[in-house]
């Protein structure tokens, strides 16, 4: 037994005592670890389906990209797979030149090259890129300033879910990527649809105090709801169509 310094001796015949870890159980129990619970706003509604059920207009320049970059893609894999057959003729040459001729006939078929769009497709700016950006201001004489004309039609929930997925799906594609899981798409999603849920929220609240104090430190409570979620000014809608659309695009054709 253990002793220690300083310690009183007990009686002879006395049985020794436990030390207090002695009583402590020596059975380890293990710890059932649940996850957190995941916030999918999708999942609190039915499911709709992919397809669309009304009539998208999306961004001809956009999708015109999008087919370069997956053509460029195409054609990158092409020189790849040409590249590593010419090295292997090259290592075979010693068996004669009508054997290399023989092999030049089974480089894999160039993909179709993306129709070139047409002019009347193309934004107005975006005929000419070197163009600045300009912003246009509604006639206040207008139908569209005064509030006339027909009524705007009210997408329901589906409808926006199916409009909102294909956008995102859109803007990876654009990104550059080939492929996607459907639950990566399903959460990118809801993220989306958050920060649009986020950003109405604070136009609403932008607006209800402007018209109670009768001012606002900002030109418009637009600029004023893009500088709190963190975008900066309007004008960064601006940088975003030149450089990362328009500027993008003419690099996708020259490459």
Not at 81 to 107: H, L, P
Request: glycine residues 6%; proline residues 10%.
């Amino acid at each position: 037994m253990m002793r220690y310094w300083g310690e009183i001796p007990g009686p002879a015949g006395a049985p020794p005592s436990r030390s207090s870890f002695d009583l402590l159980q020596r059975e380890f129990r293990s710890v059932e670890m649940q996850d957190p619970p995941l916030h999918q706003p999708s999942a609190q509604r039915p499911r709709p389906t992919t397809m669309l059920d009304i009539p998208s207009e999306p961004c001809s320049l956009t999708i015109h990209t999008v087919q370069l970059c997956q053509h460029a893609r195409r054609l990158r894999g092409l020189l790849a797979a040409a590249q590593a057959q010419a090295q292997g003729q090259s290592s075979a040459s010693s068996e004669g030149g009508s054997r290399m001729e023989e092999a030049d006939t089974n480089f894999p078929l160039r993909p179709p090259t993306p129709p070139v769009m047409p002019d009347d497709l193309l934004p107005v700016d975006s005929k000419a890129p070197r163009q600045p950006f300009q912003l246009r201001h509604s006639d206040p004489e207008s139908d569209f300033y005064k509030g006339k004309g027909e009524p705007v039609t009210e997408l329901s929930w589906p409808s926006c879910r199916q409009l909102l997925y294909q956008s995102v799906a859109t803007v990876l594609a654009h990104a550059g990527f080939e492929s996607a899981q459907e639950s990566v798409l399903e959460t990118l999603t809801d993220l989306v649809h958050e920060h649009y849920l986020r950003l109405t929220r604070l136009l609403r609240v932008a607006v209800d105090r402007e018209a109670r104090l009768g001012a606002s430190p900002f030109p418009d409570v637009v600029e004023q709801v893009f500088h709190e979620v963190g975008i900066g000014s309007v004008l960064a809608l601006q940088r975003f169509w030149q450089v990362r659309i328009k500027d993008y695009h003419s690099y996708m054709l020259q490459v």
